[in-house]
């Protein structure tokens, strides 16, 4: 199910192979939960960097939100939530459950916390 169709095929990934539909999934999960995806992951020795994207002025739904939040508590992921999906302007970072105050950036930032995120997984 993708709650914005019209945004979604305006950002098409390189590699992009099809649309799965989770609609017939509605209603095997209580409270209206539906999957979601992460649009971004990288794994390093058993370390994760997760990305959530977002169009600039749209907000990250609160189920995912919550479901963002408690991965990094459970496991060794950081999220990274960029907004501006083509060009990043603002990112916003989740780390032990925590989500951290949102800033502004631009390619070579977000390139620069990726690789600061490398050096430390690496260790």
Do not use: H
Request: glycine share 8%; proline share 5%.
């Amino acid at each position: 199910m993708i709650d914005y169709p019209d945004n979604f095929f305006k950002s098409v990934a390189s590699d992009f192979d099809g649309v799965f539909e989770w609609g017939y999934l509605a209603g095997a999960f209580p409270r209206g939960i539906m999957p979601m995806d992460w649009d971004g992951v990288v794994e390093i020795n058993n370390n994760f960097l997760v990305f959530e994207t977002k169009d600039v002025g749209k907000e990250v739904p609160e189920g995912q939100l919550m479901a963002l939040k408690r991965a990094t508590k459970v496991g060794p992921f950081i999220v990274v939530i960029l907004w501006g999906k083509k060009e990043p302007v603002e990112y916003q970072l989740i780390y032990k459950g925590e989500l951290r105050e949102k800033k502004s950036c631009d390619k070579e930032r977000i390139k620069r916390l990726c690789q600061a995120w490398v050096k430390w997984a690496e260790k």
